[in-house]
C-alpha cells in the first residue's frame, strides 16, 4: 500500500511558471512508472506526462517543450515543472504511481488527492 501527497499548486499569470512536486511513502516491493495527469470539472482525466524507473519520458502534445518531468527513485518523489503556462492548463493535478506488492504480484495505480493549478489571463 502507497500514498501519494502532492504540492506546489496555486495560481499563476499566464507566461509564468510552477513547479509540482509528489511524494510517495507506504509498503511497495518497487514502482515502475510514474507520472502526472490533470482533470477539470466536467471532463475526463488526461495524461500530462509519464516518467519510467529509467528516466524515460513521455509528454502530451499539449505540453511537449513547456512542461518536463523528473524522479528521485531514492527519495521517491516524482515533480513536474511547468513553464509558459497557459490559461488552458488550469486543472487539478494528480500524482501517479505503478506500485507492486511483491516481485510476484501484479501492479496497479495509485493516485494522489491532487493540487489546483490556476492560470490567470
Known amino acids: 500500500q502507497v500514498q501519494l501527497v502532492e504540492s506546489g499548486g496555486g495560481l499563476v499569470e499566464a507566461g509564468g511558471s510552477l513547479r509540482l512536486s509528489c511524494a510517495v511513502s507506504?509498503?511497495?516491493?518497487?514502482?515502475?512508472?510514474m507520472g502526472w495527469y490533470r482533470q477539470t470539472p466536467g471532463k475526463q482525466r488526461e495524461l500530462v506526462a509519464t516518467?519510467?524507473?529509467?528516466?524515460?519520458?513521455a509528454y502530451a502534445d499539449s505540453v511537449k517543450g513547456r512542461f518536463t518531468i523528473f524522479r528521485d527513485n531514492a527519495k521517491n518523489t516524482v515533480s513536474l515543472q511547468m513553464s509558459s503556462l497557459r490559461p488552458e492548463d488550469t486543472a487539478v493535478y494528480y500524482c501517479?504511481?505503478?506500485?507492486?506488492?511483491?516481485?510476484?504480484?501484479?501492479?496497479?495505480?495509485?493516485w494522489g488527492q491532487g493540487t489546483q493549478v490556476t492560470v490567470s489571463s
Open positions: 501517479n504511481a505503478r506500485p507492486r506488492n511483491s516481485k510476484w504480484t501484479p501492479r496497479y495505480d495509485a
Open positions: 516518467i519510467s524507473s529509467d528516466g524515460e519520458t
Open positions: 507506504g509498503t511497495f516491493y518497487n514502482i515502475n512508472a
